[in-house]
């Protein structure tokens, strides 16, 4: 996780006619305002967009403004902080609307890919590949961000996960330091209602590899074995491709859900892929990721699994362009 001495808050020279090692200062906050837009809004399109128009902002400050800035790094995160509180208020209706099921936006460790997929290093830089993998975006956690209030979600980020003090929160959230201690604490509850200790990475890495060997065997018994009889599998296709679009409840309901799908997509390539930094699988056809899976482990069974499909979601893993 990002640390107070973490944060940034560097250079107070203006934008506008400073030197390249000081535009450098402002310029090398964009990695730390993605890491937080990101866990903020659980889209790294959405974190993209939301940090440059914080950049935006900045430059379009007249040289004088810019001088009487004390911290731009400070400046920066309270303006992307304010943006992305405004998008988080927003979503909520877009998402009334979203067809399905929504869940966050999966990425990828690019160490574990080679040629042509999910970052070859040819390309731009992909915000995707300046997130840090860590348990603060690890599907579990993030879906339960999603059960906040933006106001919530963003004092707890702010405050919690990157320590931020209560009187910075505020400026930001535009609440009081108190208030904002309130709800940094009733999303530290939520968070920990909701949240079952993780399991080692080994351990999960273990049992997800033989979740695919059975998938990949069709041995619906081997799959039901593997799965915590309450076990439930939300599936999003954002309306783009077909999926199913209520929650599948229970162990056998989703082995034999999963065997349907393989037997309707010949073809179709399994590959033990990390997943916001837990063990995952990803699913390809004809060499393109069409299904990124993200899994929650409870004791040794699989009790949760997020299966992402929407094209648009899958663009860091398809190399940018939607599978």
Not at 114 to 135: C, H, M, S, Y
Not at 192 to 217: H, S
Not at 268 to 277: A, D, I, P, S
Not at 310 to 320: D, I, Q
Request: net charge neutral; glycine share 10%.
């Amino acid at each position: 996780m990002s640390t107070a001495s973490e944060r940034g808050h560097g250079g107070s020279e203006p934008g506008h006619g400073r030197s390249e090692p000081h535009l450098g200062v402002i310029v090398g906050e964009r990695r730390r305002l993605l890491n937080l837009a990101y866990r903020l809004l659980g889209s790294a399109a959405e974190a993209e967009d939301a940090v440059q128009e914080a950049y935006t902002r900045w430059f379009a400050l007249p040289r004088q403004q810019q001088e009487a800035v004390e911290s731009p790094g400070a400046w920066l995160t309270t303006v992307a902080g304010r943006i992305c509180l405004d998008v988080l208020g927003s979503a909520r209706a877009r998402r009334e609307r979203y067809v399905g099921p929504w869940i966050p936006e999966p990425l990828p460790d690019r160490t574990e890919w080679i040629g042509g997929r999910a970052g070859d290093g040819t390309g731009p830089a992909d915000p995707a590949d300046q997130i840090v993998l860590d348990e603060s975006v690890d599907m579990a956690f993030l879906v339960v961000l999603e059960s906040m209030t933006p106001a919530e979600r963003v004092a707890f980020i702010l405050h919690d996960v990157f320590r931020y003090p209560f009187a910075e929160v505020s400026a930001i959230v535009g609440r009081t330091p108190a208030a904002c201690r309130q709800l940094a604490s009733s999303g530290r509850r939520r968070v920990g209602a909701a949240r079952t200790p993780a399991a080692p990475a080994a351990a999960q890495a273990g049992l997800v590899r033989q979740f695919k060997e059975a998938w990949e065997a069709k041995d619906i018994e081997a799959l039901v074995g593997l799965l915590d009889p309450a076990a439930t599998m939300t599936a999003d296709g954002g309306g783009l491709v077909g999926t199913v679009l209520r929650p599948v409840e229970g162990s056998r309901s989703i082995a034999q859900y999963l065997i349907h799908i393989a037997a309707k997509a010949p073809g179709l390539t399994l590959l033990e892929r990390t997943v916001n930094g837990r063990p995952g699988l990803v699913a390809q056809h004809t060499g393109v990721p069409v299904t990124v899976a993200a899994f929650d482990v409870t004791g040794d069974r699989v009790s949760r699994i997020w299966a992402v499909r929407n094209p648009e979601k899958l663009r860091a893993w398809t190399g940018g362009e939607p599978a």
